[in-house]
Structures are given as C-alpha cells and as structure tokens.
C-alpha cells in the first residue's frame, strides 16, 4: 500500500530523435515471430549472450555483480546492467529520463507512468506477444487474479507493463507498529481501543524520554496523513468506499477533520517529528535504534530489516513489531494487505535491441522456475528445497533469518526485481524473521488484517487525462491546507467554509464522477 504519486510534466516530441535513427536489425522487428511452431522445444531466453540495461529504484546500490543478476544471466543468457537509483532520487531522474527520450532497455516503474508514456510510443506494446501465445506464464498469472487482466490493461486497451504478483492470499502491508520492548519495560498496552488511548500512549512515552518524538513518520505529508485517515475509514483524497462500493472524497469527511485535529495536537505538544514531510529513510532509523521514537505505520518486515540496517547502534532487547491501531466511532479497519496485482510494472523500452529477447525474460519472471529463481537464487548453488517444500540456503546471504549473514546485497526477493512472490518467498524472507513472525501472529490473533481492495481502472484516455489533472491540483491544494492546520497556522474551523468550497471550484464533484464511472466499467456493474 505504499502510495507514491508522481507529477511528471507533459513532453513534447518524446522519443523524435530515437524514432528518426536508423534501427538495427534486431530492433527493426517489434512483433513476435510468426513462423515459430507453438509445439516446438521451448526456446531459450536468449540464444547468445547479451547484456541489456534496467532501471529501478532501490536505497541499495547494485553494480551487477550481486546473486540476483548471476542468476538472471545463468538461466537467462541476459548479463544485466542495473540502474539503480535512491528512493529520494527515483522520481526527479525518472521524470528527466523519460522527457530526455533516452531510456534503458528495461524499466521498473509505476503503472500510472506506463498507461501516459506507453501509447506515446516509449514502451514496448505485449500485447501481441500475449496474442502470439509468448507471454503465457504472464497471462496465467494474470488471470489467476481477477481483475488483474483489465487492471494491467493501458486506457488504450494495449498492455505495455507486466505488474508485481502476490501469488498468495494475503501478505501484510502496512501495520501499525512500535518500539514493544519500551512498551513492556514500562507496562504500557499495544492495543490501543481508541485515538485517545493512543495520544495518552505518547503523553506517557515523551515524559518517560523527553528528547523524543513518541509518533514517528516518514515518506512525507501524504503517508502522515493518509495512514491516520484510514484508520478512521476515510483518506486524504478520492478513495473507494467498501460499505458503499463506490469512490468518495475523504477531506470532505468529518473523519479527515479529526485526523487533521488530531495531528495538531501532536505536533504541537511534541509528539510527532516535526520534520515529517522531509525525514530521510537515515534519520527516521537513527530515531528508531536511540529510543527517540516509538510508533508508527509502516511495512511490518522493517522490524528485522531495521537490525540488518542499524547493527550495533541497535540496542540490547530491540523489538519492533505490530501493535493493533485504534478503533474509530467503535470500528476497527484491519490492516492493508496484498494479495495478486499490485501496480508496479516492468516494462521494456521501444528502444531496445532485444525487444523479443526481453518478452522472453519478462514471461520466464511469471513461469516456476524464474519466481524461484528471482526469489532464492540458483538452485543447487544458492539454495535447495527440503522434502517438506522449505528453503535452505546454500550461501551465507543476510535475511531477516540470518541477520549476520556475510552476504548483505544479495539482491534476492527485492520488490524492484521480481515479478512474482509466492508462499514460500514470503515464509523464507518474512515470516522467518523474528519481528516479522511476532508481527503477524500478533495481528492474526487479534483479527487485525483487512481484505486486499482494487482501484478503478479508466478505459478512456481523455476521461482519465481529466481525473488525473483534476485529482492532481485538489490534492496539491488539500496538502497544502491539511499541513496549515497540522502545524497550526490554519484553524480547523475554517475547513468547511474556505477549504471545502475552493475543492468543489477545483472539480471535487467532476472527478468523483469520473473515477464512479470508471470503476463501475472496471467491475462491470
């Protein structure tokens, strides 16, 4: 559920300079063979060796050495060459990369970004392939989780991208979490009833540590906001209502005003960090490992990544892991969770040379052996599986299992990478980690995991060019006015009788008329 929206400017002329040269040979023909006989021996991913770029996003630098890409050009014939870029930098080098006209063979991107610059002529169109029977593990996976297939479908009705998979019935996103070994050393309870059973928390927390920020956040102003909106059922811009089964607008709601009252109090009693629209990723783990903050919502395996991160700044006794979240009005919302199509792409640039080549690699991501592989490495060398189905390594790679493995970047099970994490994946990488296990079981025993929920897909380009455009400039404005009342410079009484009304001048009502419409055609209702 992490929620990154971009901004990209609109470019004009994308691609001229790329589309006037001179292709290759190989990049000449950008639909699949013809003349290849379905029945015959499969195919290898690439014939001869050849090495293409790919672009993602990782905190991690990776220089092409680690596991992940000698397995991908051991099974693949494919020598990668990664671009990986800092999450505080993805966006800005994205957005330049793409208005430049110059891009890598292949890409890890949003599905926002492949649905605008696809049809533009950017990436490559699959589908095709996906006609021509070369994407079949792709296609599998994809109707295996409804509605994967219509969501995955540009406005256009092409597909450009192969989305990430949770080929699993559930797997937890963000949870409320905490500091529990402070919680225990001081006997406070991890299971908060309501809003103010939590703010009385923190109250107990900042006098019992004074240089502290009890409630810690980062990933900026949306993600503050947006976690304590949910938990009251409602967001910080359109969101879709379970009980109605239609979108609404959450600042509307009296909902989003007591989360915003309620993040005032905080921030103007010390209790939240007041940098939480610019904490970095290093700051907000240097809180965590000093006893400077102690509860927050965010992904649950960050409890054991948190100790490979940290070492020996973590102190004696660290434990973060789940706490269950106040009720709202008598309700508790479970927690997120993921469970099939999830809308980060790869996708492979019409300016590759190794169009067929890459559809190959993309398809063998879907297939068994390339989930296992992305996953665990090379089997027989990196790892086997026991009779009972469990993962054994065979090298010293660092999980949240062996947090003093000697192997750090390994570069296996990173959600940039992989297309598909399975049942095993999750109980390898996750549920073997103490935090992890902890967090779960927590969460299971207390009935706290929700249902995996799917947007509105739009079929209309213009209509979706509108919404867009309109969503953007409302959420710009809300953020805006949401940060005012946080920090205090705006009151919250003048909400309905200045904010709201300048939202419905910005086309509220327009653009929940636009997504209501799309998701109805999405769901065929």
Sequence with gaps: MKR?????????????????????????????????DPNAAEQKISEKPIEVSWFFMSNTPYTGDEEIFKTIQKYTNI????????????????????????LPDLMTLSSDNADRYGPQGAFLDLTSYMEAGKLDNYKAMLEKYPPAMDLTRSPNGKYYGAPRMYDVP???DEVMLGRTDIFAKNNLSTKFETFDDLYNTLVQLKKLYPDSYPYFVRWGTSHLIGNQAYYRGTSNTFYLDDVEQKYLFGPESQAYKDTL???NKLYSEGLLNPNFATITDEEWNELLATNKGFVTFDYPQVGDEIVQQMGSKIPQGFEFTAML?????????????????????????????????????LNWMYSPEGIDAMQFGIEGESYQKNSDGTVKFLKDF??????????????????SLFSVVNQAAINTFELNGAAMKKSVAFLEENKGFGKPTFGAKFSDANAKKEYTDLKTAID???EEASVNVIIGKQSIDTWDSQVVPQVKKLGSDRALELINKAYDETFKK
Excluded: H, W
């Design 4 to 36: 990154f929206l971009a901004l990209f400017v609109a470019v004009i002329m994308l691609f001229a300079a790329g589309c006037s040269s001179k292709p290759s040979e190989s990049a000449k023909n950008t639909e699949p063979s013809q003349t290849s």
């Design 79 to 102: 020598k990668i060459k990664p671009i990986s870029v800092a999450r505080a930098d993805y966006t800005q080098k994205l957005n330049t990369m793409l208005a430049s006209g110059s």
């Design 170 to 172: 559930y797997r937890a």
């Design 261 to 263: 009252v309620y993040l």
């Design 325 to 361: 979240q106040p009720a709202y009005n008598n309700k508790r919302v479970g927690t997120g969770v993921l469970s099939g199509y999830l809308g980060s792409y790869k996708v492979i640039s019409n300016q590759s040379k190794y169009k067929d080549e890459l559809v190959n690699f």
């Design 398 to 415: 660092q999980t949240p299992a062996t947090p003093n493995g000697t192997i750090k970047n390994a570069g296996l099970n990173d959600q």
């Design 476 to 478: 710009t404005y809300v």
